[in-house]
């Protein structure tokens, strides 16, 4: 059987609950998607519902013109209207930055599941294969339960002929719960630091729902990095959505200097909301809280930005302090034409942190992993 072809990318979706839910739905959902083991062969059945890394791809309006930057911490500093939004930008950033972690995340077990399992019954599956060239060897061992796919990846050097072999090391662990006629939902984390990319480190998980026309992606990063010398080790949670009425991805942006003024280089803690519309017009606003803030006697500093396609020239930006006590906002400036925004209110972004790591899973029986 061969994988199935990505059904049609839909532009966003609406909604508010938390993708961390999916892993009670991945490890506890109820039986009757793909449960008769004889109606399709099992490894055909996980090669076909494994998605790649365009089925994970992020993507937002006019992604084609964004301007890219080295990193996904650029600065915040919203220009005068009708200036390339920098907002715009930096979700830009973020969604390159989380495509190379998600490319690094698929890669392995994508290379392992193009060739043919050394075993293989109706239930399991464990593939074997030798990178000379790389100079090590991995193994992906593959159990389907209950219309459930469970899968880990592990990995060591090669040896020499005779030589005690290497123990092996965790990769990755992912599930996999499809339907009947869609690739569902899934969750799969990946240890960085045992990866073939000699600058990656940390770990990451990314938890997804690929149902009819509505994609969620949750990407949850651990002192991680991809394999890029410019980008710093990270503890972040990115939340993306995506489908026929809209979208949104929302980040943590780390600390950012937002006063504009040579006299205040304090840095603040961002955090960013972009959504779209079904006409793809983008609105984004952050949040920016911190001991300047505090000392200026705000809880909050809710900066928004609206622009346009294919540009991204800028049509509305304001700013809103938010007093400490029960003082009524205070808009601190407001800059071009209101009625242009795709939303009109902010949206104080809201972005809760990663929590803890994931745990490696035990060894698989089958192989000799100590």
Not at 191 to 209: I, Y
Not at 310 to 335: H, K, N, S
Not at 343 to 364: D, K, L, M, N, R
Request: proline residues 10%; contains cysteine; charged residues 30%.
């Amino acid at each position: 059987m061969t994988r199935r072809p990505p059904a049609p990318r839909p532009p966003a979706l609406r909604s508010s609950g938390r993708l961390a839910l999916l892993a009670l739905a991945i490890a506890a959902a109820s039986p009757g998607c793909d449960d008769d083991p004889g109606a399709v062969d099992a490894v055909d059945r996980f090669t076909e519902v494994l998605p790649d890394s365009e089925l994970l791809a992020l993507e937002v309006p006019g992604e084609s013109d964004l301007a890219m930057t080295d990193a996904p911490l650029a600065i915040i500093e919203a220009p005068l209207v009708g200036e390339p939004s920098s907002l715009r930008a930096l979700t830009g950033s973020v969604r390159r930055y989380l495509r190379s972690l998600i490319d690094n995340l698929l890669d392995g077990v994508d290379r392992m599941t193009a060739t043919r399992p050394i075993l293989r019954s109706e239930d399991r599956a464990v593939w074997h294969r030798r990178f000379v060239a790389e100079q090590h060897e991995k193994a992906l061992v593959m159990q389907k339960q209950d219309g459930h796919f469970a899968f880990s990846l592990w990995i060591r050097p090669l040896t020499a002929a005779g030589a005690t072999p290497a123990p092996w090391r965790f990769l990755s662990f992912g599930r996999l719960t499809p339907t009947e006629t869609e690739l569902g939902r899934g969750a799969m984390w990946i240890d960085l630091d045992n990866d073939r990319h000699p600058r990656s480190r940390g770990k990451m998980s990314v938890l997804w729902s690929l149902i009819g026309d509505r994609r969620e992606i949750e990407v949850l990063v651990f002192d991680g990095t991809p394999d890029d010398g410019e980008i710093g080790r990270l503890t972040r949670s990115f939340r993306y959505l995506d489908g026929p009425d809209g979208g949104l991805l929302a980040f943590d942006a780390g600390e950012v200097d937002v006063h504009r003024s040579a006299e205040r280089t304090g840095k603040e803690r961002v955090r960013v909301f972009s959504r779209w519309n079904a006409a793809r017009l983008m609105r984004a606003d952050y949040a920016a809280t911190g001991p300047e803030v505090r000392s200026d006697g705000f809880r909050v500093l809710i900066g928004s930005e609206c622009w346009r396609p294919p540009e991204g020239d800028i049509t509305y930006e304001t700013r809103v302090a938010v007093p400490l006590g029960d003082r009524p906002p205070l808009v601190q400036f407001e800059r071009g034409d209101r009625q242009s925004c795709a939303f009109s209110t902010e949206e104080p972004p809201i972005v809760a942190p990663p929590g803890t790591p994931p745990t490696e899973p035990p060894p698989p029986e089958e192989l000799d992993l100590r």
